[in-house]
């Protein structure tokens, strides 16, 4: 099929955020053949395939125009952005929007018995990391001076070899800095999965669904964490239930059959609802408390 006119996005071949951006895909709406080993998804219903690959090279597809979208780490998006400018290379991508997963920070590590008061603990000392240039840019902002040494991975075993004082490495949980006996002591970034776009103008159908896309994307990440909410409610409590109940606009109230004291109170909460507030609610006098997933949802 013509590459006019189908969008490509390019994706983790295998790794963290794999199984989210595909996920993410399905959530659109796409429906895809994915076969062993293959590279190219073809979107069976929508013009939209995916490209599965390394996530280190997801900016530079999108900047070749291999790819019109990507799906990769804001962590793999500011090192590439801060390698093309030292390059003197036009960092030809643009963020579109953050995705609400693969949340994580890079940060720097010391040894559980290093003495740490601040960055200035640092000066003077190796720093092991697979991202030099946000580390070198990280120290020229705090005024810091140190041997920047670049790893292409296992960086947390590097103080343990010798090959460097401290580490500069991603982190989530602190599980992998636990076991290796590092204590996590400065953030120098907070990441999450973002979508990144050609800068260069797509042909009109193309754009167009890509425009689509972002509506759906919206969509989904609003349903992710609303919840349509139930519950019968006395007339009297009513004001007291519509400020309970967590991001919700305009409930629907809806008579019950026999009863004129009590009615239904239906309502999209576009946050998630805590045991909290249900007890909360409860105790405003509201009984039959039911809430629900939302699948869809388009604002
Ligand atoms: P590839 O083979 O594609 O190069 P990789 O080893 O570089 O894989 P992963 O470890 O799968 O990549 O991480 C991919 C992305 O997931 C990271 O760039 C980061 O944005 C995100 N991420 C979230 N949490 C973590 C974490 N605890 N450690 C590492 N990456 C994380
Ligand atoms: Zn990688």
Redesign the pocket.
């Known amino acids: 099929m013509d590459r006019e006119e189908r969008l490509r996005v390019a994706v983790?071949?295998?790794?963290?955020?794999?199984d989210h951006s595909l996920d993410l895909m399905s959530r659109c709406g796409l429906k895809y053949s994915r076969g062993k080993d293959q590279l190219l998804c073809y979107g069976e219903n929508m013009p939209l395939d995916v490209l599965l690959?390394?996530?280190?090279?997801i900016p530079d597809l999108v900047r070749e125009d291999v790819c019109d979208l990507g799906i990769?780490?804001?962590?793999?998006v500011h090192e590439k952005r801060l390698g093309f400018m030292a390059r003197g290379v036009e960092p030809l991508f643009e963020v579109l929007q953050p995705l609400d997963f693969?949340?994580?920070r890079l940060s720097i590590a010391v040894p559980d018995q290093f003495r740490y008061e601040g960055p200035a603990s640092i000066d003077g000392l190796r720093i092991a990391t697979?991202y030099p240039h946000t580390v070198a840019d990280w120290l020229e902002r705090t005024g810091i001076k140190a041997e920047v040494v670049t790893l292409s991975?296992a960086v947390e075993i590097a103080p343990r070899l010798g090959r460097a004082d401290v580490i500069c490495?991603?982190?989530?949980?602190g599980s992998?800095l636990q076991a290796n006996h590092l204590r996590e002591v400065e953030v120098v970034l907070q990441?999450?999965?973002m979508l990144i776009r050609t800068p260069v103008p797509l042909p009109q159908a193309k754009e167009d669904w890509l425009r689509r896309i972002l509506l759906r994307i919206d969509g989904v990440q609003l349903v992710t964490e609303s919840k349509y909410i139930m519950l019968h409610a006395p007339r009297a409590a009513l004001p007291e239930i519509r400020r309970l109940l967590p991001g919700s606009e305009y409930p629907t109230i809806v008579p019950l059959e026999g009863t004129t004291e009590k009615v239904a109170v239906h309502a999209v909460c576009r946050e998630n609802v805590f045991w909290e507030t249900l007890e909360s609610l409860k105790a405003a006098g509201a009984s039959a408390l039911l809430v629900l997933p939302v699948e869809k949802m388009l604002p």
Not at 53 to 57: H, N, P, S
Request: glycine share 16%; with cysteine.
């Open positions: 983790q071949k295998s790794g963290r955020l794999t690959v390394r996530d280190d090279d990769v780490g804001g962590n793999v693969g949340r994580c697979t991975g490495d991603l982190v989530s949980t992998t990441s999450q999965a």
